[in-house]
């Protein structure tokens, strides 16, 4: 799989922060210690990485995704009970926005780490 080792990886993290944290925290306490883990595996991210979004050739607004990890993988956080098909579509959204080709849905609010790898269908090979 493409991107497995990296994804596997961030997903790691994203255990450790769960195994020690647990669920029941805002979102924002996630994506802090999620950095802090990222930094333990020296790995390069931006944290609520802005891009912009365009409707055809029109400038239609800006969207800010939780991490773009490596240059590559795109990590969008939620705190909620359970993930929803809501929340898969925006990591859809935000991959085709930003034209990356593998995302990460990771979710803390529920009892067990919730996690979906999310393509992009749209990038041709």
């Given at each position: 799989m493409e991107?497995?080792e990296?994804?596997?990886?961030?997903?790691?993290?994203?255990?450790?922060?769960?195994?020690?944290?647990?669920?029941?925290f805002?979102?924002?306490?996630?994506?802090?210690s999620?950095a802090?883990?990222?930094?333990q595996?020296g790995?390069?991210?931006?944290?609520?990485?802005d891009?912009?979004i365009?409707?055809?050739?029109?400038?239609?607004?800006?969207?800010?995704?939780?991490?773009?990890?490596?240059?590559?993988i795109m990590?969008?956080l939620?705190?909620?009970?359970?993930?929803?098909?809501?929340?898969l579509?925006?990591?859809?959204?935000?991959?085709?926005a930003?034209k990356?080709?593998?995302?990460?849905?990771i979710n803390?609010?529920s009892?067990?780490?919730?996690?979906?790898?999310?393509h992009?269908?749209?990038?041709k090979?």
């Amino acid at each position: 799989m493409e991107y497995g080792e990296l994804t596997h990886q961030i997903i790691g993290c994203a255990m450790e922060v769960h195994s020690t944290l647990g669920n029941g925290f805002q979102e924002v306490i996630y994506q802090r210690s999620l950095a802090y883990e990222f930094d333990q595996q020296g790995l390069s991210y931006y944290r609520e990485f802005d891009m912009d979004i365009f409707y055809k050739k029109l400038h239609v607004g800006k969207r800010r995704v939780d991490f773009l990890v490596e240059d590559q993988i795109m990590v969008e956080l939620k705190a909620v009970i359970q993930l929803e098909d809501v929340h898969l579509a925006q990591a859809m959204n935000y991959l085709e926005a930003y034209k990356r080709p593998i995302g990460l849905l990771i979710n803390f609010g529920s009892r067990s780490l919730q996690f979906n790898r999310v393509h992009n269908n749209k990038l041709k090979p």
